[in-house]
């Protein structure tokens, strides 16, 4: 039974406030919950409610999210049971009573909605991925690492937002994620070597000033060779385009803001094609805006036989907006962040959705993040079989592939990782 909700402001990985949550169980169990943050957010995405006091933190202050936490939700939720995640995150919905968590704020709420997840997980005496997943539970994702960075997360050259590597070919969670930080490390001397910076983005990836997408990709490429691995058969390479960041103001129209480049829909779906054609990429996120659905549905016909289509700003974790895509043919794949529907029990039903439907689900995290590991857990809960957590330099983003390998310890034989197979869901 819940007995106190606390909110508190905290701090996430680019400086800025966020929202903690922590429950407290009659059995004195505690637990906490954290919402992240993004930069490059969708137009459709949940609240995060913000003070706009611009005398503290430049207006970016939680004060009022924290507050709805130690008022309307501790009330709302005092005597719950922790463990009914839908009933909790259902109460505080309907306190709140909008439909984008505006008046108390999905900050608010995701983070007490992590926090009982993870109380209810811990009074049952059970790791959060089994507590979410049960016994099935024992899927571990393939790390699609963003080692390159550009767009909205890095002040360079490059448009496209991030440049990821997958280790289809390793044996197992552990070494895949071994053989990322090797071929991170033969990024980085590649770079130096070409007198190019090696500073870092918001997810951790490089990102240096490069003349194009296609030299970023050599670059990936070259590096995973000197790294001693195979193109296409160790690694597979994945982007996220963030295109809904090109709107040029006409419709039908994108203007890439650095490289000053126009294209139409049809001809970014080209670009994309041939990118695909002539290098080993899997996926494409976000490769078209989030309300060209026309463009998705002419993508996903060109491409979506052969390459993962992935929609993140398009879907924002929301079942309304998946199903649409379902039914118009768009994509084959959603990006999950529980912050962009603002609950556990939201996000899981949109990964189910996914699932029924055929598409893949990717366990995301945000570009402004916190120690919080629950997407680590959420993946092997649902078996996604993909998580997107960034590089491996900032501890926010290695704080979830530590706890990703803990659990494949813990599970032992029982483990389950899926290389190539990350790209069908399991049934
Ligand atoms: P965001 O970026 O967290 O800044 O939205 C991540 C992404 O676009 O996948
Ligand atoms: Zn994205």
Redesign the pocket.
Known sequence: TIERVIGREIIDSRGNPTVEAEVHLADKTVARGAA???????EFEALELRDNDEGRFGGKGVGQAVKNINTVIDQTLRGMDASDIYAVDQAMMRADGTKDKSKLGANAILAVSIACARAAAQALHLPLYRYLGGISGNRLPVPMMNILNGG??AANTVDV??FMIMPVGAVNFAEGLRWCTEVFHALAGLLRSRGLTTSVG??GGFAPDLDSDEDAIRCILEAIEKAGYQPGVDFVLAM?A?SSEWKSGDKGEYLLPKSQQRFTSAELVAHWQALCEKYPIYSI??GLDEEDWEGWQMMTAALGDRVQLVG??LFVTNTQRLKKGIELGCGNSI?I?LNQVGSVSETLEAIKMAHEAGYTAIA?????ETEDTTIADLAVALGTGQI?TGAPSRSERVAKYNQLLRIEEQLGESAVYPGFGAFHISR
């Open positions: 992240p943050s993004g930069a490059s957010t969708g909205a997360h937002q991030e918001d997810e996220d963030a996120e976000d993140d700003d990006l962040k995301s995290h945000r570009s402004g997107k």
